[in-house]
């Protein structure tokens, strides 16, 4: 049985390490098509079919946060890295809420990248199971499918990203518990460092506005401690 090869979309202008990390991750066993400008990119992404994009935030013609928000208008499942050379939070956070799942600052190891890769090809290939579903959450009035990243409310459906549809899940699970924002940062990303902890509070943002709709449903701040997810009658 021949072993499918992930195909990554990577877009990044800088010709030195553009060529240096697509060189690096195809020794790796990936099929790396390199972008040099966000134009593009989409144009790459509209024409072909990928696993995975990593894009730089600083890109000609479009930038990268740009490109972020297009790909996620048309596909919410395929996962998005950032690459950028910039330190401010603000850069890191606006890169998260245009629908990046996470980010790595330059410069950055391969080690570093291909770890992340692997995680997020292996979550996808988890969430687009071909087995049956046979597991979909009530919460209020929604309707959670975590295999098929939707969720619903009345006609309207909602696409989730893939670390969106996690971490719903993990409140899900974890209903009615104050849950210590370490423990969640190291379930769902691995580590607790400040840098991730704000992006967790982009997320917590993400999921507050989708289930807005049912005011019985409350995703509470601890101030000091974590969160508390809650379902009314």
Known sequence: MIKEVPKILYVEDDPTLGFVTQDNLMRRGYDVKLCDNGESGIKEFETNKYDLIILDIMLPVLDGISVAKYIRQKNKEIPVIFLTAKSLLEDKLEGLSSGADDYLIKPFSIEELVLKIEVFLKRSKIYNSVQPIDKIFAIGKYNFNPDMLILTFDEKEYK??????????????????????????????????????????????????????????????????????????
């Open 160 to 233: 989730l990203t893939l670390r969106e549809a996690e971490l719903l899940t993990y409140f899900i699970n974890n209903k009615g518990k104050l849950l210590a924002r370490e423990d969640i940062l190291k379930s769902i990303w691995g580590n607790d460092d400040y840098f991730n902890g704000r992006s967790l509070d982009v997320f917590i943002s993400r999921i507050r506005k989708y289930l807005k709709d049912d005011k019985s449903i409350k995703l509470e701040n601890r101030h000091g401690i974590g969160f508390v997810f809650t379902v009314g009658k």
